[in-house]
């Protein structure tokens, strides 16, 4: 690096420290965090950026490199993973955030786990499921979706989060089965001492497909952080659809379809959005099939009390955990570690 070159990096990194992106990381890791990834393929590619998988220490590692105009959701994802308490297996591993650059070019990295089965959409589309596999998914995404909306108290505590970006793009699979969820870039926080919800100023609201009808119709009481959890539960509803209509029953599975897909054209407007889920409260519909399977029939059970139009009568997340667990104990071979 020349002097010059030198300069420049710093007048970059010391730009950042001031900027307000709030990631709070030293100078120096921030340097050498991207400088010790070698990075190797493409994984994810969208109008946000690029997802890559690189190698760190030996380690594969995924890299998520935001466009510098996305700044406000790199910074916003590093303040969510930086958060006390918020590592859970059911939660993205983050290793660290970095401010780097590439020729004349700011990059803003984030580095996570990498996990190879990519995200839950990715493996529906390949993969069918049996019960168990079923329960495993479900169970491990409520399990950190749970976390996530828990405040914990204490001087080590976690504020509560809501996502409000929950879909099967946002969830990935663990090489057993398992999910974790990902993708922070528009949560809120929230802590009941304070009462103040820590809204991002990202405007961007979530994807519309997944929307709710409070957020459609722009309804949503946004003082009130409990409106955050109901549109979190109203996407896992679709979500679980997603995931049950890959699983077999009596030989018989669906093939992987998104929410709405037979209803509204790909990438959805707003209005399209509106129309079916506000004004002819239409939900994805229930296959026949699995009303004879006693998973799926008690699964569609919860998934209608997740995407219920009244967001006071869906359940919360800790309520969709118990029935889960009870599902799981009564009809599979599951064996639970834990007991609600
Ligand atoms: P965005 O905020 O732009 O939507 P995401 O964090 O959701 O970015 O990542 C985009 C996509 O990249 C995901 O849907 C998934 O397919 C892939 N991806 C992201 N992180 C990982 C990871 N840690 N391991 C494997 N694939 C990943
Ligand atoms: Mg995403
Ligand atoms: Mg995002």
Not at 165 to 182: E, Y
Not at 298 to 303: Q, R, W
């Amino acid at each position: 690096v020349t002097a010059a070159g030198d300069s420049t990096l710093r007048e970059i990194f010391n730009d950042s420290i001031t900027s307000g992106s709030g990631s709070g990381l030293p100078l120096l890791i921030q340097r050498t965090l991207a400088k010790q990834i070698w990075l190797a393929e493409v994984i994810g590619k969208g109008r946000y950026g690029e997802v890559w998988c690189g190698v760190w220490h030996g380690e594969k590692v995924a890299v998520k490199i935001f466009f510098s105009r996305d700044e406000a959701s790199w910074a916003r994802e590093t303040e969510i993973y930086s958060t006390v308490l918020l590592r859970h297996e059911n939660i993205l591993g983050f290793y660290g955030s970095d401010m780097t650059s590439r020729g004349s070019c700011t990059q803003l990295w984030l580095v996570t786990h990498y996990h190879p089965h990519g995200s839950l959409f990715d493996y529906l589309s390949v993969h069918t499921l049996d019960h168990t596999a079923l329960m495993t998914a479900a169970l491990s995404t409520i399990n950190g979706l749970l976390h996530l909306h828990t405040e914990i108290f204490g001087t080590q505590g976690k504020p509560a989060i809501a996502h409000r970006d929950i879909k099967s793009k946002n969830i990935l699979v663990k090489l057993n089965g398992a999910c974790v969820i990902a993708d922070f870039g528009l949560a809120v926080m929230h802590t009941q001492t304070t009462g103040e919800i820590n809204i991002s100023n990202n405007p961007r609201v979530g994807t519309k497909r997944y929307m709710s009808p409070e957020v459609l119709n722009e309804s949503i009481n946004m003082s009130v952080f409990e409106s955050f959890r109901k549109v979190d539960i109203y996407a896992l509803g679709l979500v679980l659809w997603e995931v049950c209509r890959r699983c077999v029953s009596n030989g018989i599975v669906d093939d992987y379809k998104p929410p709405f897909h037979d209803v509204v054209p790909n990438d959805p407007s707003f209005d399209d959005m509106k129309k079916v889920v506000c004004v002819d409260q239409y939900r994805p519909m229930i296959p026949n099939r699995w009303t004879s399977d006693p998973v799926l029939a008690g699964m569609s059970k919860i998934i209608r009390e997740c995407w219920h139009q009244n967001p006071s009568v869906r359940l919360t997340a800790l309520r969709v955990k118990k029935s889960l667990v009870k599902l799981a104990q009564e009809e599979t071979k599951i064996k639970l570690e834990f007991d609600c």
